[in-house]
């Protein structure tokens, strides 16, 4: 009986003796000795030199920083957002005519004005000031700085007056500054205003699905709301005067 020869990695094999790929799995359970190199697809991975591992983790420090830097820059604000909103707001002047029909010679009364555009910009002052001078007289025309965001031409303007001495106005004017000149609004009363609701006109565009029978053009209006009208809460509303050409 001859010895069983076993292969070495020195020896070379015949073409015959080729293994099939699809027989490698069965190849190895029944020899379970080394394979040539040529039935070895993947060979194991060389060990990285020592000193070069944390060199991925040093060239991601850079960018994280930066991208923590940007990130920073982002949330914080800028001065030109800052100086966008400041543009934004205006001052506006307010020319307030006293009927000469007023009844007290000089108003104690509290007046509130509300005033903006078709596009919810308004301004609100909740008490003009009377104290200390010669405001609200009968007769006279006093000239208040309002201000407000602003916006695209007034269309809408309301009074509200508490107190007991029924303040009349002639008329109200609303000056709003712009980039080439400024532009005026002119809104007629003539009447002493109702005690503790607002008071006053809408001339804003209205909707076009707004209800039938609803006349266009300029409508003066109370409401009984302790806050500052918008021009959406009298829309519709009848008129107690008509105002003055």
């Known amino acids: 009986m001859s010895p069983r020869r076993f292969w070495s990695p020195t020896q070379q094999h015949h073409p015959r003796r080729r293994r099939h790929p699809r027989l490698l799995c069965s190849y190895i359970n029944r020899h379970p000795?080394?394979?040539?190199l040529r039935y070895i697809n993947a060979q194991p991975a060389m060990a990285a030199p020592t000193g070069y591992a944390a060199a991925p983790?040093?060239?991601?420090?850079l960018p994280l920083l930066l991208l923590s830097a940007v990130i920073l820059l982002a949330l914080a604000p800028s001065s030109?957002?800052?100086?966008?909103?400041a543009a934004r707001a205006c001052t506006y002047t307010l020319r307030v005519k006293t009927?000469?029909?007023?009844?007290?010679?000089r108003s104690s009364d509290a007046v509130s004005v509300a005033f903006g555009d078709a596009y919810r910009n308004e301004a609100h002052a909740p008490r003009l000031p009377t104290s200390g001078g010669r405001a609200l007289e009968r007769c006279g025309t006093d000239t208040f700085r309002v201000p407000g965001p602003c916006g695209y031409g007034v269309c809408y303007l309301y009074l509200r007056r508490d107190?007991?001495?029924g303040w009349a106005p002639e008329w109200v004017?609303?000056?709003q500054p712009g980039p080439r000149a400024p532009a005026a609004a002119t809104f007629y009363f003539g009447d002493p205003l109702p005690d503790g609701v607002w008071y006053g006109h809408d001339r804003c565009p209205k909707a076009k699905g707004k209800a039938a029978g609803a006349?266009?053009?300029?409508?003066?209006a109370a409401a009984t709301t302790d806050d500052a009208p918008l021009a959406s809460n009298f829309t519709g509303m009848k008129p107690p005067i008509q105002p003055q050409p």
């Open 173 to 175: 004017q609303v000056v």
């Open 99 to 105: 009927s000469c029909a007023s009844p007290a010679p």
């Open 80 to 85: 030109s957002t800052a100086a966008a909103a």
């Open 215 to 220: 006349d266009d053009g300029e409508h003066p």
């Open 57 to 61: 983790l040093r060239g991601l420090a």
């Open 163 to 165: 107190g007991r001495d």
């Open 33 to 36: 000795h080394p394979l040539p």
